[in-house]
């Protein structure tokens, strides 16, 4: 079936440095998501992407809709303590359903 | 407007016993989802509703789990018999249209331990 690969699984980096995740896919997908789960909370969604090569900015973050469809993207820009979480990407194909990658742990050290 | 609300937030159960898990939706949100994260994995698609009806259920995991959604408002998913491999978060989400345009808004989760 579908499945979403993301990277890196967990991540430490100093306050202020930028950091990059990705997800690929074997299969393409018309919407890309990127989800941000803070501790006991449930995932809020960061950044939508609706076409292939879309680039989309929400603050310090950064994502890209892969030219392929089968990937996309996330960056943080000068990263704050309060960025630590799982971010999650997603994706559809023409469906309400999603598919989520695994997360990425990002932990920030001040 | 208050967002999707979920109940319990944690909930650690027997082995061979029954947990009913409660989603309340955002007032107006016809559609209600259902998804499953079991620890360190992805989160997982279970069902959907359209008001009250299934509209898909291809991701429940078997017949213990039960979803119901009485009246189209909220909707209760119930484990029975739990298993131990039923342990995770499990989040319900809602939305107004039935698309995959807009993205959900999700619910903080509920914690299920079996024990």
């Known amino acids: 079936g579908q499945q979403l690969n993301q990277s890196p699984q967990s991540m430490f980096i100093q306050e202020g440095e930028d950091v990059s995740m990705n997800c690929t896919s074997s299969?393409?997908?018309?919407?890309w998501l990127w989800y941000k789960q803070d501790p006991g909370e449930g995932p809020v969604l960061l950044i939508a992407?609706?076409?292939?090569?879309e680039l989309t900015s929400n603050g310090r973050l950064t994502a890209q809709f892969g030219i392929t469809r089968k990937d996309s993207f996330l960056n943080i820009s000068a990263s704050i303590p309060s960025d630590v979480g799982i971010y999650f990407c997603a994706a559809a194909s023409g469906t309400y359903k999603y598919i989520f990658g695994t997360g990425t742990r990002l932990k920030v050290l001040a | 407007e208050a967002g999707v609300t979920q109940f319990p937030s944690h909930s650690v159960i027997e082995k061979g016993q029954t947990v009913t898990l409660r989603c309340d939706p955002i007032?107006?949100?016809?559609?209600l989802y259902w998804y499953r994260r079991v620890m360190g994995k992805e989160i997982k698609f279970l069902l959907h509703?359209?008001?009250?009806?299934?509209?898909?259920e291809s991701g429940m995991p078997n017949n213990r789990f039960l979803a119901e959604r009485t009246g189209g408002t909220y909707s209760t998913l119930k484990v029975q018999p739990a298993e131990l491999e039923d342990s995770g978060v499990y989040f319900c989400?809602?939305?107004?249209?039935?698309?995959?345009?807009?993205?959900?808004?999700f619910g903080s989760g509920t914690r299920l331990t079996v024990v």
């Open positions: 007032s107006g949100h016809d559609n």
């Open positions: 509703f359209v008001k009250e009806s299934k509209q898909d």
């Open positions: 989400a809602s939305s107004q249209f039935p698309g995959y345009d807009y993205g959900y808004t």
């Open positions: 992407l609706y076409k292939a090569g």
């Open positions: 299969s393409i997908f018309n919407t």
